[in-house]
């Protein structure tokens, strides 16, 4: 990694190779280019976990953040940041009820309506609702509470939909000014007591894809006036299921809309073991339920005392060696996140949260391509938000 201080625009993109990396450590999101390792720039949070939302017809990003006036202490402020995508720089902010929920889910805590008008953030504190921003006109719309039911999903061009505590969906439409305009619940898609869904889900146009800590596939279609549950089917065969293999992972899904393929971290654990990191990467195909390959996870790389240990281009090819063997030769403790380019080239990037680096990968053979250094003590959360260079 070239540590040389520089200033940089990054007018060449936004770059379907590029992939943001959050680490809860030093309160940042870094941004690194996959294709040539470079750190391009990083974006700063306040307490907790920092997970930009990006914009898809505005050279903008937002960033749910909260600050203590002594730091870790004394009183609250949250706000909604807004970015420039070029710059990275503040270019405005919204205040916002002191109440957002903190925690490290990778998805769910905040979203952006369809078309692009609206942020939707969760709060928990410890009742549940949501708060409105209006990103056109850059202020605050209204709380609406949402008793029993938690987090956002995009589900149309001013709806999203929350999941409630007895597997229903809460659906909520905003008019043209970003007030609610309508609320109803649909019947329950899963049972919580039997058999529960993550969060952690992903989506594939219009339909948004959860899966169940026994590996059931729920697909919601939300491309009609009521939302379709479509029959779930598994990830695993009665023989995987024998052998123990599970879920796991923080943010254990990804998707590539282009190909239609699934990819699933799993491990070998008994029940409620879906947090556990993942020795594997399954691939499916969607249309189908059929898997169609299995990846073995290489380890991302190695983080001491908090300081990431960069090895590669810089080191004598000697030492060189000696890494790359060390890396092979360690016990493969698993691999906490995963996330796939959204091109038609796709690359897969994994992470884990006892290292610094990330490893990436060709997404559609499953060969190992290289690692990344990111500069993060952690990575906890990552995102490929674009599926192309914007103009």
Known sequence: MDHAPREVTLSEGPSPHWVWASDPVLRRVALLDLETGRFLGQVDGGVGMTVPLFSRTRPELYVPETHYSRGSRGERTDVLTFYDVHSLAPGGEVILPAKRAINSLPVGNAAITDDDGFAVLFNLNPATSVSIVDLVRRRFVEELPTPGCSLVYPAGPRRFAMICADGALLLVSLGADGHVVGRRR??????????????????????????????????????????????????????????????????????????????????????????????????????????????????????????????????????????????????????????????????????????????????????????????????????????????
Do not use: C
């Open 186 to 391: 649909s019947a329950p898609f899963f049972d919580p007591q039997r058999d529960p869904v993550t969060e952690k889900a992903v989506r594939l146009g219009s339909r948004w894809i959860f899966v169940s800590f026994e590996g059931m596939v729920h697909e919601l279609d939300f491309s009609g006036e009521e939302p379709r549950f479509l029959p779930p089917w598994s990830l695993l065969s009665p023989e995987d299921r024998e052998d123990s293999w599970r879920i796991g992972g923080q943010e254990h899904l990804a998707i590539h809309e282009g190909s239609g393929r699934l990819y699933s971290l799993m491990h070998q654990g008994g029940p409620d073991t879906h947090k556990e990191m993942g020795t594997e990467l399954w691939v499916y195909d969607v249309a189908k339920h059929e898997r169609l390959q299995r990846i073995p996870m290489q380890l991302p790389g190695l983080t001491y005392m908090g300081v990431p240990l960069e090895f590669g281009r810089k080191w004598p090819r000697p030492f060189n060696r000696i890494m790359d063997w060390l890396l092979w030769l360690l016990p493969n403790v698993g691999v906490d996140e995963v996330r796939v380019t959204r091109d038609a080239h796709p690359l897969l990037v994994t992470g884990a949260m006892f290292s610094g680096s990330l490893a990436v990968y060709d997404a559609l053979s499953g060969e190992f391509v290289r690692r990344v250094m990111t500069g993060n003590s952690v990575n906890a959360v990552l995102q490929t938000p674009f599926a192309e260079a914007r103009p």
